[in-house]
Nanobody, 125 residues
């Protein structure tokens, strides 16, 4: 059974930092493109970042320069380091696994991802 489990969310003041983790189990998660999404209250879920199996990331413009995603394939774990957090970053953050090995140009499209975590809340005040 495939599972993605996020952790590391919490409450932080503006300008602070948080590091999210996503542990993948049940399949060779290290072989696939992985993504981070978030959903703020009253808004649609949006793509935050993606990272391919070789560790090459792509970011949404809204987080570029502040967020960094990385992966440890040996540990089947994905990370999202979030710095200089703003109140607009408040959302539930999800990790997801693409059904493709290679990340796509339309990486922020939800239907590309076939496995999702349960989400972790990030609140910035």
């Amino acid at each position: 059974q495939v599972q993605l489990v996020e952790s590391g969310g919490g409450s932080v003041q503006a300008g602070g930092s948080l590091r999210l983790s996503c542990v993948v189990s049940g399949y060779l998660g290290s072989s696939y493109c992985m993504g981070w999404f978030r959903q703020a209250p009253g808004k649609e879920r949006e793509g935050v970042a993606t990272i391919d199996q070789d560790g090459r990331p792509t970011y949404a413009d809204s987080v570029k320069g502040r967020f960094t995603t990385s992966r440890d394939n040996a540990k089947n774990t994905l990370y999202l380091q979030m710095n200089s957090l703003k109140p607009d970053d408040t959302a539930i953050y999800y990790c997801a696994s693409d059904s493709s090995v290679r990340c796509r140009n339309n990486w922020a499209t939800e239907k590309n991802y076939n496995y999702w975590g349960q989400g972790t809340q990030v609140t910035v005040s």
